[in-house]
């Protein structure tokens, strides 16, 4: 398991395009490395389009139209990149600390529970607190939910891949779950809770669109996880971690109490995304609403070179990426299940990068 | 239980453990040869989805399941090279061809066949009793009343587990999972040797998926292995890393999938959602019993770099 791969040797010992990556240095390569396998991925769908029988120019087009082509355009990509980014900030942490978190998708999806929960429940409380509390509520769960995975890693020595991944199908199933039960709305077709009261709704942004205070939730969490993670005793534990688990046993840090601290707030932010989903677009908890986004967050993370702030960026992209492609698939009928094909690709290539650059990060 | 139940359940048990004991196979090659194997559910889709649609546009399910194992050795050949040449990390890498699957197959349908939503539909190869032996009692319902591919997939444990265990080859593969410098030492070359057990790999899970496709279901939708790849992962770790192991766990999900869809034809007061999470339980909570005993090969994840 290395995320960040093992020192390279010198380069004479090395060739093609190994030496390519060789040649460029630091964050500037990060950077370029990251955007040459977007375009490397773009360009490999581009191919498919072909085949498919559509000129990508006009299919690239129409997706950039349907990222950017109207205020409204743009605040739908905002709104889907926030929870990306809350959940792919949390992923990128457990990445950097080396402890794989790809339990997303089940924290998003009991988060989402959660918050649903409390805000099925707002005339009980206060005007002021229903808001915060259903978010707390989301972001309890999470964190409870990875909380649980990390006991079982812990404890019982199975890997954290499989913990967090099993339990992304348990999370899920659990909407349903209580779908189906007390928190379901009776007589709807569809497998989903009542709508929310107004007072649970997260507020909006910019008033009359669509645009609520997630995204400026996002961003101060974003921050805040930067000041955390390079400016605290934690941050630094999780650097240790990530570079050796023996220099982290050396110096005497407990790798255990980490990872069980930086799964919990993992879990907590993706729980908190699942919150901002249910509280801010859809406005009520809807079986399968987290599909895909744990994946999403790992696709986040890795594009940000596990840095807690390049999240930003990464997120949105991602956001306006999928919000492009729902239009293309309208406009000129390319399937969107493209932008599945770009992800992976890009991941792929990130991948690839990352490990034939050997990514060196200032501990 | 009645004989009649018993057979019943029994019988569904080594129908639905037989995409997942290919998978688990091919899995186990790609982790024996130091390589998590988190991309078989993809190799699983994408063997699906090619099975599917070779087997419709040749109207000949043999030809299915000829090319389904193409295109999950071809996905595999993706995660083996991103992996084993260029270091890419591999549980990510697993991921992302998994997503990368279920896009490319969504994608491919609807460019083949165009509309929305298409759906295949195939005609499902019969049963072929094995004769004599069909006729035991219990026995003969249970394991001698199947499709050739299902007697297959059994079959196919005893000479993964020869080539795993008795052959040169086997012995490279799984010096390189245990330690890749010292096979390189020996002369073999590790990262063409994980490459090769991976897009291997792939090919087991890729007749897994056209199995799910052509036997089970006889038609391919998007994403239709559902997470299978993933138990088929749990198997292998259950079953510590051996092919009859991996061949165990498999029947142990099996059950509980066969049970599964009993329990919800009785129509007892518990949820199928809560029914449904069961196996993923039983994995994690079995998983969580083999807990640090099972010795996984030592030098998987490690990326093997020349020096």
């Keep these: 398991m290395s995320l960040v791969a093992e020192p390279v040797p010198s380069p004479s010992h090395r060739r093609g395009i190994d030496r390519l990556v060789d040649a460029l240095s630091g964050s500037a390569r990060t950077s370029l490395l990251m955007v040459g396998a977007v375009a490397l991925a773009l360009a490999t769908t581009a191919c498919l389009i072909l085949l498919a029988g559509t000129n990508p120019i006009t299919a690239y087009g129409a997706l950039v139209r349907g990222a950017f082509g109207s205020l409204d355009r743009v605040i739908f990509g905002i709104n889907k990149a926030t929870p990306y980014i809350l959940a792919g900030a949390g992923v990128a942490l457990c990445f950097r600390a080396k402890v794989i978190n790809i339990g997303a998708e089940g924290q998003i999806a009991v988060g989402g529970i959660g918050a649903t929960f409390i805000a099925l429940n707002a005339a009980l409380l206060p005007v002021v607190l229903v808001v915060p509390l259903s978010l707390a509520a989301g972001a309890l769960c999470g964190a409870i939910w990875a909380g649980l995975a990390a006991i079982v890693h812990l404890k019982r020595g199975v890997h954290e891949v499989l913990c967090t991944l099993l339990l992304n199908f348990v999370g899920v199933l659990l909407v349903s779950e209580v779908l189906h039960g007390d928190m379901g709305e009776p007589g709807a077709g569809f497998p989903q809770s009542p709508l929310i009261a107004r007072v649970a709704r997260l507020p909006k942004l910019i008033s009359g669109t669509d645009l609520h205070i997630g995204i400026l939730l996002a961003v101060v969490v974003v921050v805040a996880l930067h000041v955390l993670f390079w400016r605290t005793t934690f941050g630094f534990r999780l650097r240790i971690m990530g570079e050796s688990r023996s220099a982290a046993d050396y110096v005497g840090l407990s790798v255990p109490r980490a990872t069980m601290r930086v799964m919990l707030l993992a879990g907590g932010l993706a729980g908190l995304a699942g919150g901002i989903e249910v509280l801010g677009v859809h406005l009520r908890l809807i079986e399968g609403f987290s599909a895909g986004f744990g994946f999403n967050a790992v696709a986040v993370a890795l594009l940000a070179s596990l840095n807690p702030l390049a999240v930003l960026p990464a997120g949105l992209f991602l956001g306006f990426l999928e919000a492009g492609a729902l239009a293309m698939q309208r406009e000129v009928g390319v399937p969107s299940s493209l932008v599945f094909v770009i992800q992976g690709l890009t991941m792929i290539f990130v991948l690839c990068a990352i490990g034939i650059g050997g990514a060196e990060r200032k501990v | 239980m009645e004989i009649g139940t018993l057979i019943d359940v029994l019988t569904a048990t080594i129908r639905i453990a037989t995409p997942l004991l290919f998978a688990a196979l091919g899995g186990l090659l790609s982790e024996r040869a130091g390589t998590f194997a988190v991309g078989v559910e993809g190799m699983m889709l994408a063997g699906a989805f090619g099975g599917a649609v070779a087997a419709l546009m040749s109207g000949n399910v043999l030809i299915g399941f000829l090319v389904a194992p193409m295109a999950g050795a071809l996905l595999g050949l993706v995660v083996g090279i991103a992996t084993a040449r260029f270091r890419a990390d591999q549980m990510v890498a ?214």
């Design chain 2, 94 to 307: 697993g991921l992302a061809i998994n997503i990368l699957s279920l896009g490319l197959t969504s994608f491919l349908l609807r460019g083949l066949f165009g509309g929305r939503a298409p759906v295949i539909r195939l005609t499902i190869p019969p049963v072929v009793p094995v004769p004599w032996l069909s006729d035991i009692p219990l026995l003969g319902p249970v394991l001698f009343r199947h499709p050739l591919v299902i007697y297959a997939a059994f079959l196919l444990v005893i000479p993964v587990w020869i080539f795993l265990m008795k052959t040169r080859g086997g012995l490279i593969l799984r010096a390189v999972g245990e330690n890749p410098e010292a096979a390189h030492a020996a002369g073999s070359n590790p990262i063409l040797v994980r490459i090769a057990a991976i897009a291997g790999g792939g090919a087991l899970a890729g007749l897994g998926g056209a199995t799910l496709a052509l036997q089970e279901v006889g038609t391919f939708t998007d994403g239709m292995t559902n997470g299978r790849g993933f138990i088929a992962l749990a198997a292998i770790i259950v079953g510590r890393w051996t092919p009859v192991g991996a061949m165990l766990g498999c029947l142990l999900f099996g059950a509980v999938a066969a049970l599964e869809l009993r329990i919800q034809g009785l129509g007892l007061p518990v949820s199928s959602y809560v029914i449904q999470m069961v196996p993923y339980l039983l994995a994690l909570a079995l998983l969580a019993g083999v807990g640090r005993s099972a010795r996984m090969p030592a030098a998987i994840g490690a990326p093997f770099q020349k020096h």
